[in-house]
């Protein structure tokens, strides 16, 4: 009550007193807070009740006042009194003495609040970065401590000051073995030290020879290769166990900035000497293991997008809507900031993050659950795997995923070596699983993949199979095998064929144009006036695949096949976008230059793609729409090799060989001949289109319903195929000159 009055008459006395120059002042409240612990013996009495946080925040004030009243840059008596006389290094003294009780909060307050107000660059000097570096190793030292709410707002306007000037960071990299390691300083030794009128002076006497030298010495163990201690990192470190949330939300808004630094040597001390690795992995790994064994694929597919930091929840309300949603919320949040933190990092600190979140989670973690035989844990995994694909942007991540999943094989793929990578090989068999469910989250797991904007996931998949263009024949016209039924290469007798047109001679074949090259080479085809024609009759060829009496869209209205222009549009664009950054060849390989005679195989992924598409009668409506939607998406790629090899229905295959279009003849051969042994087969078919559709409720069960929904999807897909052909065709001629 005592110290309240005195506090009360001083401010009235101040108020009353004429005011003095800003020097005499600052000195005046310093003086104040230095002859308080000389004639003052109560340790105990908080700090609060006493006139030093009064003190305090008059001398910011001066501070303050005395740069708004100067130029720029320009550092004022006040400034020099506090930088000659190391008021900060006495002030993290009493700090960490915590004497009286609650001054380490006032001096955490005071050094933010200063790096905060004042404008002109404080950290370069050495009377103010060295006792910064000190009371940062007092922070995060004790979990839940009463100061966590000044340490966190301390370190953020650090790491803030830092951003700003990042070559500062040099500053704050300590070498181990020359670290200091001061005992606690008793009271009495404080008081000694403060006794002198000129507070701070025989310090900077006994210290003078060392100043100079202190931030040579810094900039020197940054770019040698002592091991250098990042403390503002193993802070912040600290303060992300914190109980209060918005304390660790804090700590990771720090942690961000500080990935960011340019600097080579604070990114190799970050990644080398904390555990920001081991946090960010750990956390993920413990998320990952708290998610319930068995989740329903739509909860994880459809469950909100939580950016970190924002997943403010009802407990009460999640366990209403389905078991785990917690869990994976806080394992998509995390996962978030895993994300956003190694796409911010310096580039090579981003690289080690991104390599331990992969060894450390995605191999350790991960793989044994995609792994698994149990049906119900690898659907549960594969979601959860498409779901992390799905929210991965950071290149760096996304590089080493894809490494994870793929490999980082680069050569042509053979049939011999498709089991080499375990899980590669596991994956694309699950396309082909014999749990619909599974083959199904599969599908969609690579479909989301496949749009990625990273280059490998394309050339492991199918590019590599396809460099050679040894899918083509490679023998003169007299020496080729006579096609027989049952033959791979169907189209070579496309001319006979009358469901499609007699002109198939091999000068008016769409030459495949140049997709990505900002002055293509001008194709001769191109240049002919029946260039038109030649893409109308690509387009028909697959418009005429699905023979009219198993047709049903004509019946229908609004499914014609202009309803696919505007999305194949739309798609390719967005395709060329991600694509044009890549090394893409703008026409084919040329022949003289391909190995043809080295055997052709397509790759493991479009193997099992083209077996599902040959038993789309077969299979259920929801896989036959997966498949097929995974290879418009390819279809879609503005790659001259993917071009040729799915879209153009002219080449002539290798013995052996097949491609999408031989896949669907053959489809449609079986078709015409079971269509033969159902009866009133048009009307069931016209039937089960408009129970699709939603134009008719659903009634009694119809025969053969597979079939029909297979024909349907079937139809469907070969009119997308030929608005892809159609909008690839005139992207490419629009960029000819």
């Not at 704050?172 to 507070?199: I, M, Q, W």
């Not at 014999?434 to 199918?462: G, V």
């Not at 609004?558 to 222009?565: K, V, W």
Request: aromatic share 8%.
């Amino acid at each position: 009550m005592f110290s309240k009055f005195t506090s009360i008459l001083q401010h009235a006395v101040e108020a009353l007193a004429p005011s003095l120059p800003l020097q005499e002042d600052f000195v005046y409240h310093w003086k104040a807070i230095t002859h308080y612990y000389i004639e003052t013996s109560d340790d105990k009495a908080p700090v609060t009740d006493t006139n030093i946080p009064s003190h305090l925040e008059q001398m910011l004030d001066i501070l303050t006042q005395e740069e708004s009243e100067r130029d720029s840059g320009e550092t004022g008596p006040c400034m020099e009194y506090l930088l000659h006389h190391k008021i900060l290094e006495t002030l993290f003294t009493l700090g960490k003495a915590d004497c009286p009780p609650g001054m380490k909060q006032q001096v955490l307050s005071f050094y933010t609040k200063l790096l905060g107000r004042i404008h002109q660059p404080l950290l370069p000097h050495i009377n103010v970065h060295r006792p910064v570096q000190k009371l940062i190793r007092l922070c995060g030292e004790i979990l839940a401590a009463p100061t966590e709410n000044e340490e966190i707002q301390f370190l953020c306007i650090v790491c803030a000051k830092l951003k700003q000037d990042p070559y500062l960071v040099n500053f704050f990299l300590e070498n181990k073995v020359k670290r200091p390691d001061p005992k606690r300083p008793c009271v009495e030794g404080v008081r000694e030290d403060l006794a002198s009128p000129d507070t701070g002076q025989p310090q900077a006497e006994g210290q003078a020879a060392e100043s100079p030298e202190e931030p040579k010495s810094a900039a020197a163990q940054s770019n040698n290769n002592n091991v250098n201690n990042y403390n503002i990192v193993t802070s912040l470190l600290n303060l992300t166990k914190s109980p209060d949330g918005r304390i660790v939300v804090k700590a990771c808004e720090g942690l961000m900035l500080l990935v960011s630094l340019p600097e080579p040597a604070a990114a190799k001390c970050l990644t080398e000497n904390t555990e920001l690795c081991e946090l960010l992995t750990d956390r993920l790994s413990a998320f990952y293991k708290a998610l319930p064994m068995s989740m329903d694929p739509l909860d994880i597919e459809t469950v909100e997008s939580v950016n970190w930091g924002l997943d403010v929840y009802n407990m009460k309300d999640d366990a209403a809507i389905f078991t785990g949603k917690r869990a994976l919320i806080s394992f998509l949040s995390w996962l978030d900031y895993c994300d956003q933190l190694i796409k911010e990092a310096q580039k090579t600190a981003a690289a080690v993050l991104a390599k331990a979140v992969r060894e450390r989670f995605f191999v350790a973690v991960m793989e044994p659950q995609l792994m698994q035989t149990s049906e119900v844990g690898i659907l549960t995994s594969t979601a959860l795997l498409n779901r992390i694909i799905r929210q991965v942007t950071s290149e760096a991540l996304l590089q080493d995923m894809v490494y994870f999943l793929l490999g980082e094989e680069k050569g042509p793929e053979t049939l011999a070596s498709i089991a080499q990578n375990p899980l590669r090989h596991r994956l694309i068999e699950h396309c082909d699983h014999l749990s619909d469910e599974i083959s199904i989250m599969t599908l969609r797991l690579f479909e989301h993949l496949i749009q990625k904007p990273n280059q490998h996931i394309l050339h492991s998949l199918m590019l590599r199979s396809l460099e050679e263009r040894n899918y083509l024949e490679n023998k003169p016209q007299e020496e080729r095998e006579p096609v027989e039924n049952g033959q791979p290469h169907d189209f070579i007798d496309l001319e006979e064929d009358p469901l499609f047109g007699d002109d198939f001679s091999p000068e008016n074949r769409l030459s495949s144009p140049d997709w990505l090259s900002n002055s293509p080479t001008h194709s001769p085809y191109h240049a002919k006036p029946d260039g038109k024609t030649e893409v109308h009759k690509i387009v028909n060829s697959f418009l005429c695949l699905v023979p009219d009496e198993a047709k049903s869209s004509s019946h229908v209205e609004g499914t014609g096949y202009d309803t696919y222009l505007r999305d194949a549009h739309r798609q390719f664009r967005d395709y060329c976008g991600i694509c044009q950054r890549w090394d893409w060849r703008g026409t084919p390989k040329a022949m003289e230059k391909c190995d043809l005679d080295s055997p052709f195989f397509e790759g493991h992924f479009l193997k099992v793609l083209f077996d599902r598409m040959g038993r789309i009668l077969d299979q259920p409506y929801d896989v036959n729409l997966h498949v097929t939607s995974v290879l418009s998406k390819l279809s879609l790629l503005p790659h001259p090799h993917m071009h040729e090899y799915l879209l153009d229905p002219y080449i002539n295959l290798g013995p052996g060989c097949r491609s999408l279009f031989s896949v669907i003849v053959r489809v449609v051969g079986d078709l015409m001949l079971r269509i033969q042994r159902i009866p009133d087969f048009t009307p069931k078919l016209l039937l089960v289109r408009k129970r699709l559709l939603g134009l008719e409720p659903e009634g009694l069960n119809i025969d053969h319903m597979t079939l029909l929904e297979g024909v349907i999807v079937l139809e469907e897909f070969c009119k997308e195929l030929a608005a892809i052909a159609f909008v690839k065709f005139h992207a490419s001629a629009s960029t000819s000159p």
